[in-house]
């Protein structure tokens, strides 16, 4: 039946469905009932028999009709309950499995119902804040505040806040939202509270990160550029302490003047117009004005309030620049004497070129080499070495104009650039100039040091119009004027072209000497001043090129040390003086001693000790006869004790030592009583003037005593005449070598003159009495 029309509640009009049918049937029951009763009865007692049975058949049924409809009624009723209590469960547990936790106030602001899950162990159970408000539980006032906000506003209210409970303090957001009933009348609240905890603390790290960062600088402004945020490093940057920087202007602090207008429009554009300002490098104000530059990057964040907040993280670039200034440094520029390199020299001299083609004028290069340097190095270490090219570099530029370059080539060798000048002689003054410069002592710890240089000369046009080749010819010039004696300038000239394609081609020839016999021996007997005997003879070396000639061992051996063609030569020399040595004794020639000279680069490159035993076991030449003659520069540059290990190793091969050119070098008594040397050979250059320079004579005379000192033979060279013979014998040398003996020989002539005796020219052994020691 549809009550819908009798404007009935719904349960109305199901009850309605029931008793009205109910209602019409029992109506005509009674009254056919009765009717039916009346006919059938025969009297008035049968009729009231048939009443009762009616009656109680009546009672019955109805009796049955209640009870089974009562019946249906009651378990749809427990049905239901059973499904409210378990859709309750059901979202009691969904609510308790949330994160959040959820609590329920009354209309009175008091904890009315709670849901929260088993792991909230911090929180007390339930049954203890019921029916009490948050002040009653001593909760922060601002959530009592808040809930009256809820309830007298009817809004939804957001809030933080932390509790103190066992385990530490807790941090939660929560959302209060007001309930209603179906009128719109306020029943209470509902709290969606969440555990913020973790949250609160990461964000305390980072923040604690950011305020303590060290070389990032991070500042916060709000909406109106004030100063929000203000980290440790901002503090180092700037100059400005967080609370003198906090609550001020970005323009009043960091933003130099002629950038505040623009800077105040970018960031304006971004809060309002939501247009970002881009990253990039800035200069901005240190406190005390210095301009910092830095790179920059910038972001929008919301605070909690929702307003906009700039956030600025400002990398310190000074380092960087200064890094990049010392590379671009290093890259033009000489690490020890902090001059110009060749890269920038190079670069000055390309733009002065156009200026001197442009005003014809002429441009010099000049090509500075220190002479000997070299000596201080081995004498007093790198180190003294280094400060004296240090030195050398702060002085030179004070013989020079504004205009001028001076560089560092590397070692001991300076390039200097002299734009407009108008001729050689100016060009000769400043290179005098230099060489005087550089001449005058240097004092390092307390020593002074002096060393001169050697310059060359290239001009521009005359000697070419490019950087290369105008070094190549001043290189060239140089080398002349280090020939020429040293300490002083050479122009370079067509002749020195001329002579440097000269030693090239010489140096080509003197690659095949060897293999093309070219080299030959000749020996120049050593004789003993006292009794005139024969007592050794010196091996030396001779070049016939098929193309040259006879080419002088001053010229080609220095060609020969320079390119390193002395290893390969020395051996063969070596090799063939032993065999020599070797075959005059099968001979029964009275020779005691072959001397063979040694260059450093011998000594220095590969195994001398190994070569000269090998030498001695495939000539079989005994090694009592082999006497090697060293140069005094070998033995001074001996700094790691290589020299000292070597020659003790040869004198084990039971060879003799000799110094070369004695007194020509740095001598030092240190290395004479260190080294195994048996001889000194004094250098011809002290031999030649002993008559007329009393200064040679004093030297050769002090060499001689100091070789009887150190028990150490001396044998002069150079002896020509009978005046210097006599000179050596009255001294006490021991032995001779020179013209007035006899000239270098070849092999054959050698032996010859050697077979024929005995002999002094003018007898020298009477007029010089054996010297009594
Ligand atoms: N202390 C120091 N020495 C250097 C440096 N660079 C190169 N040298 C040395 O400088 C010397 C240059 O020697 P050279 O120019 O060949 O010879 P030198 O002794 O000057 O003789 P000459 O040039 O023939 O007069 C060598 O001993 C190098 O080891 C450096 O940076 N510092």
New binding site residues.
Partial sequence: MNCKWLGVAPSTGRALRIVVPYMAAAGLWIGLSDAIALWLAADAGVYARLQAWKGTGFVLATGLLLHVLMREQFVRIERSHAKARNLATRLRRMLESLDDLIFVFDDRLRFADAYYPDHSAQLMPPEHFMGRTADEMGMPAEIGRALERVRDECSTQPIDYALDMKGGRFWYSAKLSPMTDENGKFVGVIAVVRDITGLKSSEQRFRRLFEDLNNVAVQGYDADRRVVFWNTASEALYGYSREEALGRRFEELIIPPAFRDEAIRMHDDWVVKDKPIPSGELELLHRDGELIPVFCCHTMLRNERGEAEMYCVDVDLRELRETQAQLRRAATHDP?TGLPNRMLARDRFDQAMALAVREQTLLALLFV??????????TLG?????R??QEIGRRLPSCLRESDTISRQ????FLVVLPGLRDRGAVAAIAQKIIETVQEPCDIDGRALTCSC?IGIALQPDDGGDFDSLLLRADTAMYQA?ASG?NTFRFFTAQMNADAHERLVMLSHLRQAVQRGELELHYQPQVELATGRVVGAEALLRWQCAELGSVPPARFIPLAEESGLIIPIGEWVLREACRQARAWYDQGLELAVMAVNVSALQFHRGDPVEMVGRILRETGLPAECLELELTESLLVQDGSGTTLNTLRRLKALGLRIAIDDFGTGYSSLAYLRRFPIDKLKIDRAFVRDLASDPEDAAIVNLIVDLGRILKLKTVAEGVEDHGQLAFLCERGCNDGQGYLFARPMPAAAFAAWLGSGPLLPGQPGQDCPPHAA
């Fill in positions: 020890l080499d220190l002479d000997h340097f070299k000596i201080i190095n081995d790198h180190g003294v070495g280094d004296f090219l590397g070692g001991d060798e050697s280090k040293r």
